[in-house]
């Protein structure tokens, strides 16, 4: 059964893009076009995103090849863990790609972004290269923590993770978001967690404090419908996630739009900036289990998989529209393709091979700038090494 959440966005949200964009040869292409998006459902704002969003060519043909390459490398991640090649814990994005893109495009690097396990779309769109997190995952040296930190721990310049503890990085993104007010920054920080994660009493009291000191905070549930094999309705006595905040504004987006994940998350950026913290709800899907050991189907049909993948999957959807807008051609998209497809492969290939990291590496980078002779004990008193 589908969550109530999903069933209330709409499927239908496509209304094209200006006339002009529609009646052009389809050999060519426009500069850009407008397209509608889903409405917000609103709590305590008067007014917010707007219901139409321009996307220039050059975005759209980003924001196509950013979640392509998403998608494609969770993919990939989920063959190396079958073949052995990826251990531990592995947590995978496919049907979320558009929140992750469409936040990143609304915020810039000097803005925080701080997250749950199911981190690795949001490490390559925080600045990692497909290599970093692929050889993360491998636990190689050239991983973006050196292999250290595996699937739920990559880290790059504000970009704090990672979190393997349900609902912890919540409170961490507030006190985040106190620095940047501490030394008066003009950025905010996105926390964000899923619906599992939702009814943590550590997120009410984060809640409690960011509004006291207005923080510039945006708190946002990626509400996939499912809290590892357990639907929002069963979990949650109100699943209206984006009223959660109380005293603190929020509304529910359309988590499938890209466009609608944007423009929301602009003005929700404007907003923490000036009124202090915003909750958004992102209504998505994951197509996988929870993680790698869970089938992700004795909880629901493998019907409202396909259904989902058919209907409201964010790639195919964006591509559909992109192309009746004419603002890309079919074989600009295929050569996106392949070379995603090329550097996908190319990565995975040197994941494999890379070396890892040396035993005495184990011990570096606990503190910042230890002093020389600073040593780190090891599994019994008589082990001392020193730590870089």
């Known amino acids: 059964m589908f969550s109530l959440t999903l069933r209330q966005i709409s499927r239908n949200s496509f209304v094209g893009a200006n006339v002009s964009a529609f009646n052009v040869s389809k050999y060519s292409t426009v500069p850009e076009a407008t397209l509608d998006i889903q409405k917000c459902t609103l709590h305590k704002l008067e007014h917010g995103p707007p219901t139409q969003a321009t996307v220039t060519r050059e975005d759209a043909i980003r924001f196509y090849r950013d979640m392509r390459t998403v998608r494609r490398m969770e993919t990939m991640a989920g063959n190396l863990y079958k073949a052995k090649q990826i251990r531990g814990f592995c947590h995978l994005y496919s049907g979320q790609e558009a929140c992750c893109v469409g936040m990143e495009a609304a915020i810039t690097r000097d803005d925080a972004v701080i997250t749950a396990y199911r981190a690795h779309g949001w490490t390559y769109v925080r600045g990692i290269s497909v290599l970093g997190v692929l050889a993360e995952l491998t636990g190689r040296a050239s991983g973006c923590a050196k292999g250290k930190g595996g699937s739920m721990h ?61 923080l510039p905070c945006v708190f946002v549930c990626e509400n996939n419908g499912y809290g590892m094999g357990t639907s929002v309705e069963r979990a949650s006595a109100s699943t209206d996630y984006y009223t959660r905040g109380d005293y603190i504004p929020g509304m529910r987006i359309d988590g499938m739009d890209v466009l609608a994940v944007r423009e929301a998350t602009k003005f929700a950026r404007e907003y923490a900036l000036n009124n202090g913290p915003i909750l958004i709800e992102a209504a998505t899907y994951r197509y996988h289990g929870h993680s790698m050991s869970d089938p992700g189907t004795s909880y629901r049909a493998r019907e409202e998989i ?64 230890p002093d020389p002779d600073y040593t780190v004990r090891g599994c019994d008193p008589s082990i001392r090494v020193i730590s870089h």
């Open 154 to 214: 990559m880290y790059t310049k504000n970009f704090y993770g990672g979190n393997g503890i349900v609902g912890a990085q919540v409170p961490l993104g507030a006190g985040i978001a106190f620095g940047l007010k501490y030394e008066n920054k003009p950025n905010i920080c996105v926390t964000l967690y899923g619906d599992g994660a939702a009814n943590q009493g550590q997120l009410f009291e984060a809640y409690n404090m960011a509004k006291l000191w207005n």
């Open 306 to 369: 396909k259904e989902m993948r058919e209907t409201r999957d964010p790639i195919t959807v964006f591509r559909r529209k992109i192309l009746e807008c004419n603002l890309v051609t079919p074989e600009e998209l295929k050569k996106v393709d392949i070379e995603v497809d090329k550097e996908i492969d190319k990565a995975a290939d040197q994941a494999k091979k890379d070396p890892e990291i040396p035993l005495g590496e184990l011990y570096n980078n606990i503190y910042i700038h």
